[in-house]
């Protein structure tokens, strides 16, 4: 399976009543609620055909659709810096006060 298909789950009888924010929690727990909620924004999330949103309930039987999963991206580090600092400024980084 690519990170490009499409991944469908149905809702076992041990997850009867949970919201589907807790379901993605227990079954897919790499997936963040920021994921989910973006997905319920963008209508990419479904549970039997229908946009669904992370605080709805979820029943025995039903079909959620989960999107492709997202690319992990690098830790964006801010960039060191090329100027040198001045005297003044690495004296104060240095006070303890």
């Known amino acids: ?3 490009t298909d499409v991944r469908q789950f ?5 997850d009867d009543g949970i919201r589907l924010d807790r379901w993605f929690k227990r079954h897919l ?5 920021n994921i989910v909620s973006r997905w319920a924004r963008t209508g990419q999330l479904r549970v039997d ?6 605080g709805d309930r979820v029943a ?5 659709r989960v999107p492709p999963a997202e690319p992990v991206k690098a830790s964006a580090a801010k960039p060191k810096s ?3 600092r ?3 400024t690495r004296s104060r980084s240095r006070a303890r006060w």
């Open 49 to 54: 055909g229908a946009r669904a949103d992370p």
């Open 29 to 33: 727990p790499d997936t963040s609620f």
């Open 60 to 64: 025995t039987g039903q079909m959620i």
């Open 82 to 84: 090329d100027r040198p």
């Open 1 to 3: 399976m690519s990170g």
């Open 10 to 14: 149905r809702v076992g009888a041990d």
């Open 86 to 88: 001045s005297a003044t």
